[in-house]
């Protein structure tokens, strides 16, 4: 079969699978979770063979530490991804939930209930833990998912698949509720989102380059992620020692995550009272410092911020930080260099934090607290699909709830319209 | 300047419009909204000379008696388009509610924060009356607009446009807010559909051609509405009399629209006894009948009804019938015809209710009620944007909260992640 047929059988069967899932209660979903978390527990040992031929072969074609870090599975790894299959589990279904019903005047009693999509199509990188996250969420939302991994993944998302695969058999799912591309040919992917009539949405999740590709190729929905330069803005009513903790944390903690914090920008009011204390712990952490002139000025020994700085999403110890006359050209400055992910502001005037929470556009707006939050897990969503920096549909993390839409339902006792 | 410029800085102007609207509150916007309605009935005269020449100009282009129709402006279409701007005006503001706000673990507060999308472009037929509906919902929604109506109606378009506009600057809006492309150009459309860096949505109204044109070459998200081939199953549990009423509203009350049933399914157990009074009602009022085997042995003088006539949308007095074996029959139906847009089961069977409910894929599903109540005033949405058939983002008639999005906001005293 070529690899046209191939990925269309799978979109066929997930849209059959779709059906029997959105009609799933409860209890029955919950139970295969159950059954793929113990799956890839007992299925460990196969599961880190696998993975070992993957993490040699990509070794061998000369990929880096970080990439053979992300690829790389432990027995923690996967105990993680048994963990996190249970916790969604315990996660509320929300499917079949009903909002905003009520009576018309002419008696007609009309809600929206909350149903799957259908089928979700995710791409990734090589990364086999997302593999486990991803399905596990699909399922309990009642979405059928066809997951396509990055290639020197394969055979760690083959044996992980066999696994939840095999649950999913033995609680009496049919097949084609998790579904994985069976290649590594890259044909694969264009065939995929060309498959609008079988597939609902599609979620690419990786570098900027791997998102632009596949949003420019799609024929179906997507919903995607990209740049993260997240600000920080220290106003000059801030508590300046909880604006270095939360500066510090936003920077330092993971600087190679999306949420992480690029640009410091600090009111002129303060700048010298705060500035030279935050930097100086920042770079006893390692972190390199480029900054305006008023920064320079205030602290030795600091490189000129460029435009081409405020512009980068360095995910690194590299901070640019910038000296702002006041809260207004904080803002002009968020609306020009952000990328609309997540942005703070250290502040304890009420006006001000109320005003911050409101203009600025982004998919997550903080008052007094590290950017580091942005995450499904901490938002209380449990898992997240992704992150999205899109306005459509979903923004900011990408729960249980996120992989739904809605159906209008209209309850009569014979109305008609006049 | 060439068209992209013009388009251009119509884009630019509207999302630094964009950025006032989403500040704006309530009150203020109201009372533009009535400002705008003054405007359109004090500008009548203008409107009706513009709107004069465009029909007199698609008349000497021989469009036909229904193109005309809709073209034409009346004083009491003008009259309509003011009430309908009031009407929004009443309408609760959606932009600021927040849902789903709750403490975490940790003492962050997190919620969820409705904001408009931005900037919507809609692209239209020659209704000059959709104009006013749609910069009203926009305007309360917070969203500039960017409106391209059908070019045979550019001079209407003008004349409100302008009525509208005044009113805006009166209010003290800046320009921008709502903004009318002002050529008929083809090229203008191409243009738009490529501006994703200032256009957050755009939403097609019109015939099929013209939506599918419009999502293939948009690189911004759109929602569109396709076809509407609805349904009505009347089950063996049915009160007779009642589905004979749905069935003949849903048909025959305004057949030319997206809403209308096109397809009448009935159970076979009672075939014979609804059919030939139900048919003998429908062809009185000059309804075609296409139907089943069974139903032409159950009714003389029926045409037969083939494939390709489950799968029409006629917009028109003719219907399809199709005898079913049992409710599964008439979902399978369902499922491979249907668009996912209107359909309705007639039954006095709870059970039986509750599953149509929860297992047809459609926008809209209603038990014991006509179809043709899918509209965002009988819905109590005030007015609707159009009726999305999509699943992401919006479904079924799209009022004000269906043209915003959200933002998490999240309120701290230090948080920092471990």
Redesign the interface.
Known sequence: MSVRDDVLQIARQAKQAA?FL??AGAVRKNQALEAMAEAVQSQEAAILAANEQDVAAARRAGKNTAFLDRLALTPERIAAMGHGLRAVAQLPDPV?EVVRMGP?PNG?I?GK?R?P??VIGIIYESRPDVTGDCAGLCLKSGNAVILRGGSEALRSNQAIFQALNAALARSGFPPGCIALVPTAEREAVGVLLSLNDYI??IIPRGGEALIRTVTEESKI?V?KHYKGICHTYVDDAA?LA?AE??A???KV??PATCNAMECLLVHAAVAEAFLPRAIARLRNAGVEIRGCARTQAIVPGVQAAGEQDYATEYLDLILSVRVVRDMDEACAHI?RFGTRHSEAIVTENLAR?MRF???V??????????T???DGN???LGAEMGIST????A???MGLEELT?????????????A
């Open positions: 059906r959105a009609a079949g018309r007609l009309i209930m149903v999509l259908g609902d949405l929905p919903i508590d909880m903790e939360i510090f944390n936003a903690q993971r609306e934090g929470l409101k203009e556009d982004a998919a997550c707006v903080y008052v007094n607290a590290s580091r939050f942005t901490q938002f209380g899109d306005k459509l549909h923004r900011g993390p839409t809605y159906k209008y339902i209209i309850l009569g006792n014979g109305q008609v319209r």
